[in-house]
């Protein structure tokens, strides 16, 4: 019914993150309503590009299971509508190529609302993974970068490959991220996060899981140099842990 594999279902009760209600002596795995209400989130957050190891911190945290589910439900409401509006516009591109004519180049993307819709899945990640309190940081953020420049947004995302190809000669030397000469790397970034809002020690640290966890951060740093993700993951929880409160 989940179109979800045997391997997968296999894999997720080895991990520990959906075990069956009971197992029969033939080997078969029995699910009850418990684990299908659990099987349900751990496939709504997987939509949301959460890796396995946060999908398993949000469902065993002892958060309010329908406020959750509501929150998710917020989000699957708001992709129909962009998939509504990107269908409507792939319709209206079929129509106006069929009679020959046309079409506005501004109704040519309308529904690829790509920078605010990636904008909101990160949001709900951080929202699904460290509860409501973190909007007060992407209310923070907002504010700061609502009036740059587009030359200040350019400057400031140009920012961000120099970072990682620094972090990237750490990760290919060998230096531990508890090192100083890491340390002082990572510096340089979290004043680059800075400029856009202020984490702190808990943020900062939630901030390199999601690089490691949402699968644009990862392929992107991936990009650089394979394990790259993990190792930016750790050297901001070992700077965290050494430089912030």
């Known amino acids: 019914m989940a179109k979800v594999t045997s391997r997968t279902l296999r ?30 989130r751990i496939l709504l957050l997987r939509e949301l590009g959460l890796g396995l190891n946060q999908v398993a911190e949000i469902v065993d ?23 509504a509006r990107l ?10 190529l069929e009679g020959g004519n046309e079409m506005a180049a501004d109704r040519l993307f309308e ?9 909101k899945e990160y949001e709900a990640y951080l929202r699904a ?6 909007q007060e940081h992407l209310d923070e953020s907002k504010g700061r970068m609502r009036d740059w420049s587009d030359q200040q947004k350019s400057e400031f995302l140009a920012e961000w490959p120099a970072i990682l190809r620094r972090v990237a000669e750490l990760a290919e030397a060998g230096v531990a991220v508890t090192e100083e000469r890491a340390l002082d790397v990572l510096a340089g970034h979290y004043a680059f996060v ?22 644009e951060f990862r392929s992107q740093i991936e990009a650089v140099r394979p394990g790259l993700a993990e190792y930016l993951r750790d050297a901001m929880a070992a700077y965290a842990e050494a430089r912030l409160s």
């Open 11 to 40: 894999h997720y009760d080895r991990i520990g993150l959906l075990v069956p209600a009971w197992t029969g002596n033939n080997g078969y795995r029995y699910y009850e309503q418990e684990q299908l209400l659990r099987l349900q």
């Open 61 to 83: 945290a002892r958060h309010d299971q329908v406020a959750a589910l509501r929150q998710h439900h917020k989000w699957l409401l708001r992709e129909q509508e962009r998939y």
């Open 87 to 96: 269908a409507a516009t792939v319709s209206e591109t079929i129509s106006q």
């Open 111 to 119: 529904g690829f609302d790509v920078d605010s819709e990636r904008q």
């Open 129 to 134: 993974r460290f509860g409501e309190g973190v």
């Open 194 to 215: 800075c400029k856009a809002w202020t984490p702190n020690k808990h943020s900062y640290r939630g901030l390199g899981e999601m690089y490691a966890d949402t699968e």
